[in-house]
């Protein structure tokens, strides 16, 4: 059984550019979570998709999209990147029952430094 | 706004004694509690939780407890090995009215077990 996967690992951007992160489910999870990590913080929410539709989000703004695929993988795009979006981007895997009560399967994350 | 805080940022405990993190919450929406463990590097793993309709869940060395009355919620580990040592993180989620597996997160307390 595969664990989440993401990539990258590490990048770096300056300020204004965008950037795609990427996440493979783990094998027969339904559910994919993005959450946010910036420094010292706990993580936060940033949005959930379920079956290839977006099933709630957090206080983030618009340019905060993603995407769903047939396969349950997952992508996060962020436009118009500042630097407060510096952070580790964790993506979340879930069967639909379990995102129930929130055991989620994390990714180790992918860090973004922006400059 | 925090809804789930964890006011202690560090926590240092010799092997073999007890490991007390605590945790408290200001969403009384909240009926599902988790800990979830973090190495560096690795994202975060799930390591115990609670329904709001008990007040102690226990696996192993890992004990919760849950006083709904005083919105406080602990992790005991008893005892401590120095493989403990993480950041730990509470977190809450709702069942009811929100994003199904959305998770609330705590700041995170370093746990140090030193031999």
């Known amino acids: 059984e595969t664990g989440v996967t993401q990539s990258p690992t590490h990048l770096i951007k300056t300020r204004g550019q965008q950037v795609t992160l990427r996440c493979s489910s783990q094998?027969?999870?339904?559910?994919v979570s993005w959450y946010q990590q910036a420094l010292g913080q706990g993580p936060q929410f940033i949005f959930q998709y379920y079956r290839e539709e977006e099933n709630g989000r957090g206080n983030f703004p618009p340019r905060f999209s993603g995407l769903q695929f047939p396969n349950y993988s997952s992508e996060l795009n962020v436009n118009a990147l500042e630097l407060d979006d510096s952070a580790l981007y964790l993506c979340?895997?879930?069967?639909?029952?379990?995102?129930?009560?929130?055991?989620?399967?994390f990714g180790e994350g992918s860090r973004l430094t922006v400059l | 706004d925090q809804q789930v805080k964890q006011n202690s940022p560090s926590l240092s405990v010799q092997e073999g004694r007890i490991s007390i993190l605590n945790c408290d919450y200001t969403n009384s929406m909240f009926d599902y509690f988790l800990w979830y463990k973090k190495y560096p590097a690795e994202g975060p793993t799930f390591l115990i939780s609670?329904?709001?309709?008990?007040d102690k869940n226990e696996d192993g060395r890992f004990t919760v407890f849950l006083n709904k009355s005083a919105k406080h919620l602990s992790l005991h580990i008893v005892p401590s090995q120095p493989g403990d040592s993480a950041v730990y993180f509470c977190?809450?989620?709702?069942?009811?009215?929100?994003?199904?597996?959305?998770?609330?997160f705590g700041r995170g307390t370093q746990l140090t077990v030193w031999p």
């Open positions: 094998s027969g999870h339904n559910t």
């Open positions: 609670i329904s709001s309709i008990k």
């Open positions: 979340a895997s879930s069967f639909a029952t379990s995102a129930n009560t929130g055991e989620l399967f």
């Open positions: 977190a809450a989620s709702a069942r009811r009215g929100s994003t199904l597996g959305r998770l609330y």
